[in-house]
């Protein structure tokens, strides 16, 4: 009973309910049903409660135990703790779930900066140097939201907060269409890939649906104190939706990545546009 945190003497003899969450009895008297007929439950996946309270995830294989005349005396239950393998699985599904997202928005992206490039009355050729800028703007953008490697092992990366929100923005820049102003504070480490994330799921969304989709403006400021960055996003020029928003992997994403910085995240409309409002601990732009 190791695996339970449980000496030998404090389970003898109880019930094997004690290890069963409250929403999880009826399985209990689904496998003995199986084993009174005499079947082996393989692989089965389940929960199971510590001595300490905390869960564990297991997989069991139960099969019955049989006495010299054949008959069913009992049961033997070998239990194996999976807990990484599920967190495995999770953060394989999170991966998959993250790249098709990201591949997605890099489509939709692409499509927003030829329409952005092609209202101009330039002429073709300045069209396309300006799509290509833009493009070459957006692959350097994409790669600080990748972590680095060298020589097989994560490089640190350093950049200031500024200089990034103006990277991540700089495929977008029309003239009187960007204004980034404030605090200037360092970001070093996983910070600069996290809230590179974060600053391109916001562009992207304000690309497909916001003020970047159409005529508007977004002004970034950034202020900070001894303990606290702050940051305000605020697109103008853009429409009230008409509908419910849709809750979809981008703002999960979006949750995850404000979790891993210990930030909050806060948005609303008024009557001009989107506010977004972005607070964080100083202490976790060095993660």
């Not at 996003?233 to 979809?248: F, H, K, M, Q």
């Amino acid at each position: 009973m190791r695996l339970f945190g449980y000496q030998a003497d404090e389970v003898i003899g109880q019930p094997v309910t004690i290890l069963i969450p409250p929403e999880r009895l009826d399985e209990e008297p689904a496998i003995l049903d199986e084993i009174r007929q005499g079947n082996r439950v393989d692989h089965f996946e389940t929960i199971r409660i510590k001595k300490d309270g905390s869960p564990v995830d297991l997989s069991l294989t139960i099969s019955p135990i049989h006495n010299r005349h054949g008959e069913i005396v009992g049961a033997s239950k070998i239990a194996r703790d999976i807990t990484q393998h599920r967190l495995s699985q999770e953060r394989q599904t999170l991966l998959m779930g993250e790249m098709h997202h990201r591949v997605k928005n890099l489509f939709a992206v692409s499509s927003g900066i030829v329409s952005m490039s092609a209202r101009t009355d330039a002429s073709t050729e300045e069209i396309v140097r300006k799509i290509q800028a833009r493009l070459e703007a957006l692959s350097r953008a994409h790669q600080l939201s990748m972590p680095s490697l060298q020589d097989g092992e994560v490089e640190q990366q350093s950049t200031s907060l500024l200089a990034l929100l103006r990277t991540i923005l700089q495929p977008y820049d029309d003239p009187g269409c960007l204004e980034i102003e404030g605090a200037d504070p360092r970001v070093d480490g996983a910070a600069v890939t996290n809230l590179a994330l974060l600053f391109h799921e916001l562009a992207t969304n304000a690309v497909k649906y916001g003020c970047l989709s159409a005529n508007g403006h977004l002004h970034v400021h950034v202020t900070e104190t001894a303990e606290e960055i702050s940051l305000l996003w605020r697109e103008t020029g853009v429409p009230l939706p008409s509908g419910d928003i849709i809750v979809g992997f981008g703002n999960r994403l979006e949750q995850g990545l404000a979790n891993a910085l210990h930030a909050s995240i806060e948005r609303h409309w008024e009557a001009p546009g989107l506010v977004v409002s972005i607070r964080l601990p100083r202490d976790s732009l060095a993660q």
